[in-house]
């Protein structure tokens, strides 16, 4: 089957076409027991334990995004009501450019997919109007996609064996979270951020430098080759005991560091502060999944969203993860920032587990989760 999925949830405006095996004729052989250990056993007889097979992951035909980056850069960060009108002007476009890529027509699609929230709520409108109108015309079914589910899925794309449970920590420009996933669209919010996410805390530090919008990947890229030692930072610790994430201190120290040293666009230190930032911004992250990985003991780690793409961030991630001995994926950089080809995984296992005929038209968008 085919699914067209749609994310403008924020300033990209993204979609994906996916195929994937049917739901009906997924699995081969025979099911497995509703629950195996329940048989009787013979003495001496190892029972056999029927482990389903995974669903292949699907193929994605094409993943179209179109940042809107130019647009809201002379601003350091995003201008929802232009965010909302930049998506009108795109998305006929952009949901064209995806099928041609796939090279496939509307009548092939047997599934809409489309971001609900949380994001700008004028920004996800226009996706889910545009996807509820397709799915009307061509009488197909429509599901409504959580965007912080589709960035943990991102990873299953890639890697549909995953073990569970899963610990994984979703680092965006708006959310910073950490989830326990016991099993397949299951998740447990382990802690959040009380104040900034990551990436708006890199976001906003670059903006007071003037170094431009997104903040993450031009911090990146002027601090590379800077010495990451170069200034002290605290680690951010909330005083209770919880997993939440703080980084509204961490901003006021950045802050405070940029006075006194005179750091500045273009300046000798810039480069020095910059990886030295990015560095704590990391540690702190990482030493979160230290401490939720002891609390809860996984299987498995994984690391997503847009801050995700960010190199030091994904080899400090790896490292805890070798020490601790634990399976680790990240996304490649393309599936970690917003796209629609994990919108369009997510609805699919959605689709797999209760499948609807009709195009539900009263799913409505929401800001918040
Ligand atoms: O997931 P995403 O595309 O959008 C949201 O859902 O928010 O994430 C955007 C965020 C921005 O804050 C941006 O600065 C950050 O991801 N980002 C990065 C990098 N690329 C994007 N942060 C650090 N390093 C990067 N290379
Ligand atoms: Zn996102």
């Known amino acids: 089957m085919h699914v067209l999925a749609i994310e403008t949830s924020c300033d990209e405006t993204s979609a994906a076409v996916l195929r994937a095996a049917d739901p009906g004729t997924r699995t081969k052989g025979t099911c497995p027991p509703a629950n195996p250990l329940s048989r009787p056993q013979e003495r001496g007889h190892v029972p056999e334990v029927h482990v389903p097979d995974p669903s292949p992951a699907p193929e994605i035909l094409s993943n179209i995004v179109?940042?809107?980056d130019e647009i809201h850069a002379p601003y350091g960060g995003v201008v929802p009501e232009l965010a909302s009108r930049q998506h009108i002007k795109t998305i006929t476009a952009v949901v064209g450019e995806a099928l041609e890529r796939a090279g496939t027509g509307l009548e092939a699609i047997d599934l809409y997919a489309v971001t609900q929230g949380p994001g700008l709520i004028g920004s996800l409108l226009v996706g889910l109007s545009f996807a509820k109108g397709l799915a009307y015309y061509h009488k197909k079914p429509l599901v409504g996609v959580d965007h912080l589910e589709a960035h943990l899925e991102?990873?299953?794309?890639?890697?549909?064996?995953?073990a569970y449970p899963v610990l994984g920590l979703l680092v965006s420009g708006g959310h910073t979270a950490l989830y326990l996933m016991r099993e397949a669209l299951s998740y447990e919010l382990l802690g959040r951020t009380r104040d900034d996410a990551a990436g708006e805390a890199l976001d906003k530090i670059a903006k007071f430098l003037g170094l431009g919008y997104p903040g993450g990947p031009v911090i990146e890229k002027l601090g590379a080759g800077g010495d990451p030692k170069a200034f002290?930072?605290?680690?951010?610790?909330?005083?209770?005991?919880?997993?939440d994430f703080s980084f509204s201190g961490l901003k006021t120290a950045a802050l405070k560091h940029i006075r006194e040293s005179g750091v500045v666009k273009e300046g000798?230190?810039?480069a020095d502060f910059l990886a030295s930032f990015e560095e704590i911004v990391a540690k702190a992250?990482?030493?979160?999944?230290?401490?939720?990985?002891?609390?809860?003991?996984?299987?498995t780690l994984i690391l997503c969203?847009?801050?995700?793409r960010n190199t030091r961030l994904r080899a400090r991630f790896q490292a805890f993860a070798r020490e601790a001995g634990l399976d680790a994926h990240v996304p490649s950089p393309k599936l970690c920032t917003d796209n629609a080809a994990m919108v369009g995984a997510v609805a699919l296992k959605k689709f797999a587990r209760r499948p609807v005929v009709e195009p539900d038209l009263d799913l409505d968008a929401y800001a918040r989760s």
Request: with cysteine; proline share 9%.
């Open 154 to 162: 991102a990873c299953f794309l890639e890697n549909p064996t995953i």
């Open 232 to 243: 002290a930072f605290a680690v951010p610790r909330t005083k209770d005991r919880s997993l």
């Open 268 to 270: 000798p230190r810039l």
């Open 305 to 308: 969203g847009g801050v995700a």
């Open 66 to 68: 179109l940042s809107q």
């Open 285 to 299: 992250l990482v030493d979160h999944v230290r401490a939720a990985a002891e609390r809860v003991q996984p299987r």
